[in-house]
C-alpha cells in the first residue's frame, strides 16, 4: 500500500478560542454568508443557501511530501494516505478549506442520521458549524462513528476536560475522551503540489449537549445562546444547507447584526499585454503622447497568467464573492471558460462615453467601473498581481452596514504639484488630493496599499456627480496623463472617509512583493512557507535587478504552489485533469503512479 511521510511544521500563529491550544489551526474571524459557494466545487453554478463560510486558518508551513512505507496506514483499505506529525492525512485532490470542512460535516450526518441519531445543527460562536448531541448518548455514538469512518483518518481533538491529542473515530475516540464533551473533528488533508495543508483548522465542532427536561445545557456557548438554556425556549426549527436537511434552533441562522450578508462581487482590470496586436496599437497611439515616469514600461502590461491565480485566490480563499468581472478589452485568456460567476466586461458595455474608445490606461477604466451592468452596489476592485493570502472574510472590507475599510500605506505622498515627468500614479494622487482639499478643506498625506479595495457603487455615482469634468477628461484620456484622477486609488476611499461612509483599516496583513528586485525571490519563498498574508501583491517593477526569464521561471513556480486548486472556470489542459478543481498535475500523477503496493 503506497504511504507517503511528512516531515514536521512550526506551528502557525498565536492561538485563539478557549481551548484552541493546536498547531495554530483556528478560525480567527467571522464571516457568516448564508449565498455563497457549496461543497461541491463541480456545480455549474453557486448553489443557494449553502451556510456558514467561516474565515480560516491555514497550516503555517507547507511541507515536501516523502514517498515511505508506514505501518500506521496499513490499517486502512486505501492508498491515498500520507502521514504528517503523527496524523494520518488523506491526499487532496481538489477541495478548498471551506469545501474540505463542509465534506466532512456532511459525511457525520449522513452517519448519524443512518443510525437514527438526533442532533442538531448549531451556529458556533466563531460561526463555525457545530454538531449537537445527547451526551447520554455518547456511547452509542462512538460505536457509530467507528464502524462508519472505519477506513477513513477522521480526528476528534478534544478542547476541554482533559485537552491532548487527537485520536481517530474509528478507535472510539468519544469514549477514550470521556471528559470531554467539545472536540474539533476532521479528516486531515494534504495537497501533494503546493503543499497545501487542511487539519484541524477546517474542522467541524461536535459538542455533547445535556437535554433535561426544563434545561438544556451547553458545554461552550456559540452565536446564540448561553450555556443554559431554559426547555420552553428551545424552539426547533430546520434548515436546509450544505445540501441536507438539518433540526436546528429558531433564529440560529438568522442574519446577525454583526454579519456582513449583503452581496458582494469582485472587479479585476487586466490587459494581456504579450500580444502582438495588443503591443503594436499601443506603440502606434503612444507616439502622440507626453507619458511620465515609467508609464511606458513594459512592465504595466507583461503578464504571465498572474490573472488565473488571481481567481484562483478568490476560489480558495474568498468563496463569498458572489459574482467575478474581468473589465478588459484583451481577448479572454485561453485557460478561461464559460462560467456563470466569471464574466469578461469590454469597455464598450460599460463606458458612458464610448467614442473615447480605445483606451490603454488605467485611470480611464477605473473611472467607470460604476457603469458595469449588473454590479453589486459592494465589490471590490483588485489589478491582476493582486491575490488572496489565505481564506479572508468580507468584515475584512465592509462593516454590516457596508462602511468600506480601505488600507492605508505607509508612503506619503509628498510634496508638490502634478508634473508631466512624473509617474500617472504619482500625479493622479496629488490632483486627488487638490479635488479633496477644495471640497472639504483637508490635506489627504498617504498612498493606499497595492490590495483589492472595497468600493459602493452608490458612493461612486454621487463622487462624479461631484466632480463631473473630472470623470469625464480622465475617462477619455486614452493613455496616462498628468491631470487624471485616480478613483480607485485613492479618491474614492478618502471622498468616503471624509462623508462618514469609509474608515482605515488596521487589522489587515498585507505585503508588496517587487518581483524584479533580487530580495523578491526570498519574499516569496517566505510567503510560501508561512501563508501569513491576508493578502499580498507581486508587482512587475520597471527596474529590474533579475532577468526576465529568472522572473517569470519564479514568479510562475511561486503562484502554482502556493495556488494549486483548478477553478472550476478554468478549461483542462495537459498540466491539470479535467476535472474541475483538481489540483494533480501529470507530474504528481507520474509520482503517484510509481508508488510502491503493499
Given at each position: ?8 511544521a ?12 493546536f ?15 457549496g ?19 491555514l ?9 515511505t512505507?508506514?505501518?500506521?496506514t ?9 502521514v ?10 481538489h ?12 459525511a457525520?450526518?449522513?452517519a ?57 473515530l ?6 477514550t475522551l ?12 494534504i495537497?501533494p503540489?503546493?503543499?497545501?495543508r ?14 433535561g ?21 428551545a ?9 441536507r436537511?438539518?433540526?436546528?434552533l ?15 462581487d ?24 507626453v ?10 502590461f ?12 478568490v ?25 456563470p ?6 469597455s ?32 471590490l476592485?483588485?489589478n ?7 481564506p ?34 504619482e ?55 498628468a491631470?487624471d ?10 471622498y468616503?472617509?471624509?462623508?462618514g461612509?469609509a ?7 498585507s505585503?508588496?512583493?517587487?518581483t ?13 512557507k ?25 514568479v ?13 472556470w ?29
Open positions: 500500500m503506497a504511504t507517503r511521510d511528512i516531515p514536521e512550526q506551528p502557525e500563529t498565536s492561538n485563539q478560542g478557549y481551548a484552541d491550544t498547531d495554530g489551526d483556528i478560525f480567527d474571524t467571522d464571516a457568516f454568508r448564508p449565498d455563497s459557494v461543497f461541491d466545487s463541480s456545480d455549474p453554478e453557486p448553489p443557494t443557501n449553502t451556510g456558514l463560510i467561516p474565515t480560516l486558518s497550516s503555517s508551513e507547507p511541507e515536501l511530501v516523502l514517498i512505507p508506514d505501518a500506521r496499513r490499517r486502512f483499505d486505501r492508498d491515498d494516505l500520507v504528517r506529525k503523527g496524523e494520518i492525512a488523506l491526499i487532496n485532490g477541495y478548498t478549506p471551506h469545501e474540505s470542512m463542509v465534506k466532512d460535516l456532511v457525520v450526518y449522513d448519524l442520521t443512518a443510525a437514527g441519531i438526533d442532533f442538531l445543527l448549531v451556529r458556533g460562536d466563531h460561526n463555525r458549524p457545530v454538531i449537537a448531541v445527547d451526551r447520554k448518548r455518547r456511547k452509542e455514538i462512538t460505536k457509530v462513528l467507528s464502524r462508519a469512518f472505519a477506513n477513513e483518518p477522521f480526528y476528534a481533538k478534544p478542547l476541554d476536560g482533559n485537552v491532548s491529542q487527537q485520536f481517530l474509528a478507535d472510539g475516540a468519544l469514549m470521556r471528559k470531554s464533551s467539545v472536540f474539533r473533528v476532521y479528516r486531515p488533508r495537497e503540489i503546493g503543499r497545501l487542511y487539519g484541524a483548522q477546517t474542522a467541524f465542532q461536535l459538542e455533547l449537549w445535556r437535554f427536561e426544563d434545561e438544556i445545557i451547553a458545554p461552550v456557548e456559540n452565536a446564540l445562546m448561553r450555556t443554559r438554556l431554559p426547555r420552553s425556549e424552539r426547533e426549527t430546520t434548515i436546509d444547507l450544505y445540501g436537511s438539518w433540526l436546528t429558531q433564529n440560529m441562522f438568522d442574519d446577525l447584526a454583526s454579519d456582513v450578508s449583503f452581496d458582494i469582485l472587479v479585476f482590470s487586466w490587459v494581456d499585454g504579450s500580444s502582438d496586436e495588443f503591443q503594436r496599437e499601443r506603440a502606434k497611439r503612444m507616439k502622440a503622447y507619458i511620465g515616469e515609467g508609464d511606458d514600461s513594459d512592465a504595466r507583461r503578464q504571465i497568467d498572474e490573472l488565473k491565480y488571481a481567481l484562483r485566490s476560489y480558495m480563499f474568498a468563496p463569498w464573492i458572489r459574482r467575478i468581472f474581468i473589465a478588459t478589452d484583451s481577448p479572454a485568456p485561453d485557460w478561461l471558460a464559460e462560467h460567476r466569471v464574466t469578461i466586461m469590454r464598450e458595455d460599460f463606458f458612458v462615453d464610448t467614442s473615447v474608445l480605445p483606451i490603454h490606461n488605467s485611470h480611464a477604466v477605473e473611472s467607470q467601473l460604476h457603469h458595469i451592468p449588473g454590479l453589486a452596489e459592494h465589490f476592485y483588485s491582476d498581481d493582486m491575490f488572496f493570502g489565505r479572508v472574510g468580507p468584515e475584512l472590507f465592509f462593516s454590516p452596514g457596508g462602511v468600506t475599510k480601505f488600507v492605508e500605506a505607509a508612503t506619503r505622498i509628498g510634496l508638490g504639484e502634478n508634473d508631466p515627468t512624473r509617474s500617472g500614479f500625479n493622479a494622487a496629488r490632483v486627488n488630493r487638490a479635488l479633496l482639499r477644495g471640497r472639504f478643506g483637508k490635506v489627504t498625506t498617504r498612498h493606499l496599499e497595492h490590495t483589492p479595495a472595497p468600493m459602493r457603487r452608490s458612493v461612486l455615482l454621487e463622487l462624479e456627480q461631484e466632480f463631473p469634468e473630472d470623470f469625464s477628461r480622465t475617462a477619455a484620456s486614452r493613455f496616462r496623463s491631470t484622477i485616480s478613483v480607485t486609488n485613492s479618491l474614492y476611499h478618502y468616503a472617509l471624509m462623508t461612509r474608515v482605515a483599516q488596521t487589522q489587515v496583513r505585503l508588496y512583493i517587487e524584479t528586485l533580487r530580495i523578491a525571490l526570498r519574499q516569496m519563498n517566505h510567503l510560501r508561512h501563508r501569513d498574508q491576508d493578502m499580498f501583491c507581486l508587482n512587475d517593477g520597471s527596474r529590474p535587478e533579475i532577468s526576465t526569464e529568472v522572473r517569470r521561471a519564479a510562475t513556480e511561486f503562484l502554482e504552489l502556493y495556488f494549486p486548486i483548478v477553478a472550476p478554468e478549461r483542462a489542459s495537459p498540466a491539470t485533469s479535467a476535472e474541475p478543481g483538481s489540483a494533480w498535475s501529470l507530474g504528481a500523477r507520474a509520482v503517484r503512479a510509481e508508488l510502491p503496493t503493499a
